[in-house]
């Protein structure tokens, strides 16, 4: 199998890897899913899909790769680039589009499509490049640092629209009621 056939797979591992996010915490409820998985449905945590998504999905390329005899250089610079390239085209056109049309269906699945096309060249990229070392150490550490603001944010949510749950009427995990 070459890298190109298991990018391409990668695109639907993508997919899979998204509603496998979307519904860990509900199947295994517990602290650590809880920074992992969203929690609700507000778009905060739809932010949560899209990297731990990301993540799982880069993983287990990675894996296959690996059983390929593919030599993979820069794995967590790759999943940190993604990550954070993902949720910065969520900051500047998932979250404005939706908070000002509501959440819809059509452009939700535009939007992964897009991701997951995006982060399969990223992803190929890195693949290809000289070994960055102690970059991928950094990269690493900004990986946990992009996790532990998740989990403080789940635990404790800023009181705005991004982090309310329209469905059970409450902010983050906590029961903050409204």
Do not use: R
């Amino acid at each position: 199998m070459t890298v190109k056939n298991i990018k391409v797979a990668g695109f639907f591992i993508s997919f899979l890897s998204f509603a496998l996010a979307l519904l860990f915490y509900d199947a295994f409820p517990c602290f650590l899913t809880s920074i992992f998985f969203p929690v609700s449905q507000s778009l905060f945590e739809s932010l949560k899909v899209i990297i731990s998504g990301t993540l799982i999905s880069l993983l287990i390329q990675y894996f296959i790769l690996e059983k390929n005899t593919i030599n993979v250089k820069n794995l967590s610079l790759s999943i940190f680039t993604t990550v954070f390239i993902d949720i910065c085209l969520s900051i500047i056109f998932y979250l404005p589009i939706t908070l000002e049309f509501g959440i819809n269906l059509i452009f939700t699945l535009a939007f992964l499509i897009i991701i997951s096309i995006f982060n399969q060249f990223i992803s190929y990229y890195f693949i290809f490049i000289k070994n960055f070392g102690w970059l991928n150490y950094l990269a690493l550490i900004g990986i946990i640092i992009i996790y532990i603001i998740l989990g403080l944010l789940t635990y404790y949510p800023f009181l705005n629209d991004i982090f309310f749950d329209k469905n059970a009427h409450k902010f983050g995990i906590n029961t903050y009621l409204i």
